[in-house]
Nanobody, 120 residues
């Protein structure tokens, strides 16, 4: 079964940067659309950024101008570059991808989540 493996979370000071990545556990995996969500304690999961292979990315108002989502040219990895981080950005970040594989065709996948902590 295909899994999305996230990496790049951690602790950073306010104003700093972190880069998250999300890669499939198998090579026969072609991303069509992807997104990053986050969930802080006591809050609902919210969309941070989303992108498809045919459209420009969209961002939550709270991260516009600071976060950048991208898909690599091989369509196997989705990235989230986070700059000028604020304490309110602290959350567990989850990646999502709609991707095609030979065994299942087009399907939705989720990463396991990675913690981002921002100290003030």
């Amino acid at each position: 079964q295909v899994q999305l493996v996230e990496s790049g979370g951690g602790l950073v000071q306010a104003g700093g940067s972190l880069g998250l990545s999300c890669t499939a556990s198998q090579s026969d995996f072609l991303i069509s659309a992807a997104g990053w969500y986050r969930q802080a304690p006591g809050k609902q999961r919210e969309l941070v950024a989303a992108i498809t292979i045919r459209t420009s990315p969209v961002y939550a108002d709270s991260v516009k101008g600071r976060f950048t989502i991208s898909i690599d040219s091989a369509r196997k990895t989705v990235y989230l570059q986070m700059d000028n981080l604020k304490p309110e950005d602290a959350a567990v970040y989850y990646c999502y991808a709609n991707a095609w594989t030979p065994s299942t065709g087009s399907a939705d996948y989720w990463g396991q989540g990675t913690q981002v902590t921002v100290s003030s």
